[in-house]
């Protein structure tokens, strides 16, 4: 992963976005939507007339580890105010208005955002008040409108759960993480040399007791085990566990079993293992 | 869009996962974990072993309108219990374990979570308590890990922002909506013809008041002029506008104004206009 901001104390770079809460209500708001914005490593909140003090105790508390946000907040006495250093300006909102502008996703905005950054153009996100949403004078300030495609019968999120959405998405239009890998530990993957030993060691003991004795569908029984073994994706370790597992289960605690020396005992996996 | 959920108050489709919410604290979290749930048309709640009730005055109230997900929410003993009857399980987790596991973004998940629904499985995503996160026997019960990728300075998230988020990409990867759209609340788009006459009488109003004098610049301005009125995407609605504009600015109150029947009169525009 890329993170956007390597010390969570410097500002975020000049290709962050600002966010603007426009006349937020309440203090504790002001703090959770500070702790979204730095869960997405931004740090750039502008707050325009906030009904209540957002360094309050209260405040803080909410913004849960994300105070410096809060400190680093910029006060305005008004939207235009807010905006005048900014080139692209996107409102988000939760009801469609009688206004002519682009609409998008939070994920369309995201590369807008970015796009725009690169091209060295300063960005900001509006976000309205609590209850009402921002004011129509206020999207009219943006170039385009964000909205949030979620359950249309029930869309109504809180201040900080819509700043974190859109951060969200700018957040991972920046990571540079593959979407899935296997979490390993550090274990070495395993090689199919290292598969097919282990393969060989397990059909030679189930050809021994007998389990694979139909010639007809042994073929497809060890393409299937095969198969099974190999979706797991397994380390090196996995694989010496599971040669002991077979061992054990073959052998165990039984009279015959073979001493470690003898030829064709159940420890010449371990010599195969590697070569 | 397409929502999951056409009734709200129906359960949503079988395709849908079930969030297991593991040995939530705070009845309150629980209550805005369901609110996160529906915003994503998702209503299967279940609860592994809840310190407090999941169905308090509190909890309805954090609920805030998803009070249905909290009446319709199982509640079980253990996560074994709450998983029984799914095929593919995936939990979220906040730090990395002493686990070989895949591990994926809630993006990533939620392509194999409906895959995984469109070939019949019933699947589930589980979230740990509020402090400690998921134990590493709740991890084990699962075939991979999701892991939100954010600022990993202050990744901390609270358990309705965790739902939230994995909810959120679930119900984009089912939304048919394009990522961006103008909003016309209706309003025809103007076609080229419509444009064309604009372009006109805007440029013949500018010859005529000397703005396009400069005959070498003339056709680089005239080009973009025209860019400029393209780039917006206007209806037809503001095209009539920006004729009313340009003949206004022309002639205003005029005493030479010409009068609407004579030939060449600023009211020219209004004829070509559909034509």
């Not at 807008?112 to 900001?124: K, L, M, P």
């Not at 085990?225 to 061992?247: D, I, P």
Request: charged content about 25%; hydrophobic content about 40%.
């Amino acid at each position: 992963m890329t993170p956007p901001t390597k010390d969570p104390n410097a500002p975020a770079a000049d290709t962050a976005p600002a966010f603007v809460l426009v006349r937020p209500q309440l203090a504790e708001n002001v703090g959770t939507a500070a702790r979204a914005m730095l869960n997405c490593g931004l740090d750039r909140m502008r707050l325009v007339a906030p009904r209540e003090d957002w360094l309050s105790e209260k405040a803080i508390a909410a913004a849960s580890g994300a105070e410096i946000v809060l400190r680093h907040a910029r006060c305005y006495d008004s939207t235009e105010a807010a905006l005048a250093d900014r080139h692209r300006v996107l409102a988000t909102t939760a009801r469609r208005r009688e206004m002519i502008k682009p609409v998008m996703t939070p994920r369309h905005a995201a590369g807008v955002i970015r796009a725009a950054a690169q091209g060295g153009q300063a960005t900001a996100v509006l976000f309205g008040p609590e209850r009402t949403g921002l004011e129509n004078d206020d999207v009219a300030l943006a170039d385009a409108i964000v909205e949030v495609p979620l359950n249309p019968v029930h869309r109504s999120l809180n201040l900080a759960q819509a700043v974190l959405l859109v951060g969200y998405e700018w957040f991972q239009a920046g990571v540079d993480q593959p979407p899935v890998e296997l979490l390993t530990n550090g274990g070495e993957m395993a090689d199919r040399a290292m598969l097919l030993t282990f393969f060989r060691h397990l059909e030679s003991e189930l050809d021994a007791c007998g389990f694979l004795r139909n010639a007809d569908k042994r073929p497809g029984m060890v393409r299937n085990l095969r198969s099974l073994f190999e979706r797991a994706e397994l380390t090196r370790q996995e694989v010496r566990t599971l040669h002991g597992v077979v061992k054990e289960l073959r052998w165990g605690r039984r009279p015959d079993r073979p001493r470690r020396s003898e030829g064709g005992s159940p420890d010449d996996w371990a010599r195969g293992e590697e070569g």
